[in-house]
């Protein structure tokens, strides 16, 4: 794949590529250890706007019950309604509210994110990573992000002695421009 030389290129409809994209997260544990996971079941689109960021906008939905940590019993525990409920609320989402660019490749990407049952603004900073073409012809983008979160502002709040209430989010996100 080609590095894109202007933003403009990047401007159209995007799918994100979930074979391609990993959404994680890392909190700390018990004090001295850290619990790291991702979701393996997700879709989203995006729409971007490389003259004009700020018309931008990403959408995402996460089915909670593909959380993954690689252990089942702590799997089965973020499953239930101590944390995430899934049978409750089997997805989390995420709609932006604003896209602004910061740098040459960095953007601030801030909308609604929903977590149990819970809506609060969240932001996450994402760096352009990487555009162009595969060999196929479908134009891709790639994009590295990162936020940290408090859980207690979704609700989620059980084990706050065991589990800490800051959770880092990373996202590896990889795109393609729908024709």
Do not use: N
């Not at 544990?29 to 995006?46: C, I, N, P, Q, Y």
């Not at 309604?81 to 995420?94: A, M, Q, R, W, Y």
């Amino acid at each position: 794949m080609t590095t894109t030389t202007t933003l403009s290129e990047l401007t159209g409809d995007y799918v994100i590529d979930a074979a391609r994209t990993r959404i994680g997260f890392v909190a700390r544990a018990a004090l001295v250890s850290k619990v790291r996971g991702r979701f393996d079941d997700f879709e989203g689109t995006a729409h971007l706007d490389g003259d004009d960021p700020s018309r931008s906008g990403v959408g995402l939905v996460i089915r909670a019950g593909s959380i993954a940590t690689g252990t089942d019993k702590c799997d089965d525990h973020l499953r239930s309604g101590d944390f995430l409920d899934v049978e409750e609320h089997p997805t989390i989402t995420f709609a932006s509210t604003e896209v602004a660019r910061l740098d040459g490749t960095r953007f601030r990407v801030t909308g609604d994110l929903t977590v149990h049952g819970v809506t609060a603004p969240a932001t996450v900073q994402f760096e352009l990573t990487g555009a162009g073409s595969d060999p196929r012809g479908d134009f891709r983008v790639g994009f590295r992000g990162s936020a940290v979160i408090s859980r207690r502002d979704w609700g989620v709040s059980w084990g706050r002695f065991l589990i800490a209430d800051k959770v880092a989010l990373e996202f590896e996100v990889a795109a393609t421009r729908r024709p």
